[in-house]
């Protein structure tokens, strides 16, 4: 391809709402142009780089048996409210009506559209295994679109779906998956790690991601600096580096006793002389599903104290509330809400900073942290008053006990000796082991060789394509530009003309490009009438991996000059000599980047 004669920009400022330098990098080469939050064009230059990583996807998934369909974009209602889910997503799902008075709303994953599909013709466990996989248009109606293609509304997503006849066949389904994400992430030649996930709302248990290492990813992880566990800390197990009991000492008797002022577990610490990893604190959720306005009295509310169906939550002073273990632990489907200090206050009878377990008929969900405690303080539930030598099971009962605590750095790894340590990474890929949640609630089943009637074992497998192609510019870039990672390059090889009217030099350009394009490699020149600064500035902005250099000065002495971009190394070839040093250096980046 040639610039003269291609549409193609690049700016030399990013807009304000570019916060990471992706972002940035993305819209000052031109490669995306927003429409409205969360919507872009794809240059032509961006739609390159995801036409390649599609290749590669389906490269990798062809060769372990999975077959491309492509599904509607449109959904309607009927079907995702076979499942609940036209209510469950909320908002999430862009909703609408036809001319006729039809609801329906935009693809946002395709679980029942897929499971709707091959329900009519799987009649038998000799119709399976399946496994069927699209690469397309996604919308979802994100509350923050942000960081350009990395939180889209409209993005480009491969889905793919397992069928199974038992549990054993789809964990099986599942590993070829997970072993097809790990082909496809290491050709592109990313960092990332493989962390253990909440299965959010879709439904299912096993469950993991794919993220790639970067500063500005939005997931949290916690990863073993031992062994190879890493899980996001959403899920992460919160293990002590030793345990915390706070020694033999028997159970004193409760005494109460005043704390005016003493709200924050900082204060009561201070005035105690407890420190605060040895005191409770209790703070209070309302388990219902419904809306937070419809909560109180509302339709979505949960009848009991008022449509509130509040429950008590303790933790140690010195740890934090891990929202998704709790929604789990509550078996709800989205995180629960914390209540207003007014609401606090009625079901308590005090105001929050005075409150405690004892005397509440609530259930009180205890994370393991505070198990082994004894004698502690909390709360009296009654303004500016504490309870000390409060012990579990002689003064009030835990409802249930669980891990619902934000794991932390230093904290122990579960499979090994080693300790947590921190990373940011970028979602680009999920695989769910599902089970039967999506074929029982759709009626999906097929008949065993006894002829007994089962609901089909489900697995769902996605990959962000648009994001991907980002967290790889995340990954890659310096202060100048981009600089590609060679699988999934716009071009392999960036020609910048130096003097485009001296026709030696334009000549020998065109010759270098054909015969560059003629060994398979994809090769773009830049041969518009601009300063040479100008092109640099441009070539290094877009960032393909290897450029050349063309000139009237070099041409004097028959040479040219390559330039490595992600390295800038720079060295001198004879022109004749040209194509073969690219051709060859290309060939050992391509190895390069699958064993990264
Ligand atoms: P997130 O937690 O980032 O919102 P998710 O877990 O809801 O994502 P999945 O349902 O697992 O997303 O979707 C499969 C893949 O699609 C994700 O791993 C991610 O790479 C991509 N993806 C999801 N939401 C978006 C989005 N808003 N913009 C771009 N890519 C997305
Ligand atoms: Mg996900």
Redo the contacts with the bound molecule.
């Keep these: 391809m040639k610039w003269s004669k291609s549409y193609l920009y690049t700016l030399k400022d990013a807009p304000a709402d570019a916060e990471i330098p992706s972002h940035q990098l993305m819209v000052r080469a031109g490669l995306i142009r927003k429409v409205a939050p969360?919507i872009y064009t794809y240059g032509n230059l961006a739609l390159r780089a995801i036409r390649k990583l599609e290749t590669i996807i389906r490269e990798e998934l062809d060769k372990r048996g999975c077959q491309e369909v492509l599904m509607p974009m449109v959904h309607p209602a009927e079907l995702w409210r076979e499942t609940g889910r036209w209510s469950e997503m909320g908002d999430g799902l862009l909703k609408f009506e036809n001319r006729n008075g039809h609801e329906f709303c935009l693809g946002a994953?395709h679980e029942e559209v897929v499971t709707d599909y091959i329900r009519k013709d799987i009649k038998s466990y000799r119709d399976m295994p399946a496994n069927l996989y699209q690469i397309q248009t996604?919308y979802?109606d994100?509350i923050r679109?942000r960081f350009g293609?990395?939180?889209?509304?409209e993005?480009i997503?491969k889905?793919a779906y397992s069928f199974d006849p038992d549990p054993a066949g789809a964990l099986k389904s599942y590993d070829l998956m997970y072993d097809g994400y790990k082909a496809i992430f290491d050709r592109l030649g990313l960092r990332y790690r493989i962390v253990e996930a909440d299965a959010?709302n879709?439904g299912g248990s096993k469950t993991h991601?794919?993220q790639v290492l970067a500063e500005a990813g939005?997931?949290h992880l916690m990863v073993c600096d031992t062994c190879d566990f890493a899980a996001n800390i959403e899920v992460a197990p919160a293990l002590d580096e030793a345990p915390r009991a706070s020694g033999e000492a028997g159970l004193k008797p409760m005494e109460e006793f005043a704390t005016p002022n003493l709200k924050s577990i900082g204060a009561l610490s201070k005035a105690t002389g407890v420190p605060e990893r040895e005191l409770v604190k209790t703070m209070f959720f309302a388990a219902g599903e419904g809306p937070r306005d419809g909560r109180l009295g509302g339709d979505g509310g949960v009848p009991e104290s008022g449509g509130l169906s509040p429950v008590a939550v303790l933790l140690r002073g010195s740890d934090e509330v891990n929202p998704i273990k709790l929604k789990n632990a509550l078996g709800l489907v989205n995180s629960p809400l914390l209540l207003t200090e007014k609401e606090v206050k009625e079901v308590t009878g005090a105001w929050p900073g005075s409150c405690g377990p004892v005397g509440l008929d609530i259930p009180v969900y205890m994370d393991t942290g505070v198990a082994d405690l004894k004698n502690f303080i909390v709360g009296a539930n009654k303004d500016a008053f504490h309870l000390k030598n409060v012990n579990i099971g002689r003064d009030f009962k835990a409802t249930k006990i669980a891990d619902i605590r934000m794991a932390k750095v230093g904290d122990k790894c579960p499979k090994c000796d080693g300790a947590y340590k921190s990373m940011r990474g970028i979602?680009?890929?999920?695989v769910f082991y599902l089970g039967a949640t999506y074929s029982k609630a759709m009626g999906a089943t097929f008949l065993k060789e006894d002829g007994s009637n089962h609901p089909i074992e489900m697995g769902c497998y996605?990959?962000?394509v648009?994001?991907?192609v980002q967290a790889a510019i995340e990954q890659a870039h310096d202060k100048d530009g981009i600089a590609w990672p060679i699988g999934i390059a716009p071009f392999h090889v960036h020609i910048v003309v130096l003097d485009p009217d001296n026709p030696e030099v334009l000549q020998s350009a065109e010759i270098v490009y054909r015969d560059l394009g003629a060994r398979g490699l994809d090769v773009f020149m830049d041969d518009r009438v601009e300063r040479p600064g100008v092109k640099f500035k441009d070539a290094d902005l877009l960032g393909m991996p290897i450029r050349i250099n063309i000139g009237g000065r070099g041409l004097a002495n028959g040479e040219v000059e390559v330039i490595t971009r992600k390295t800038k190394e720079m060295r001198k070839v004879k022109l004749e000599d040209a194509v073969e040093a690219v051709a060859s250096m290309a060939t050992q980046m391509k190895k390069a980047g699958a064993r990264a």
Excluded: A, Y
């Design positions: 969360g994953t996604k979802r994100e679109p293609l990395m939180r889209g509304r993005f997503m889905d959010g879709i991601e794919f939005e997931d979602e680009v890929g999920h996605g990959i962000g648009s994001r991907t």
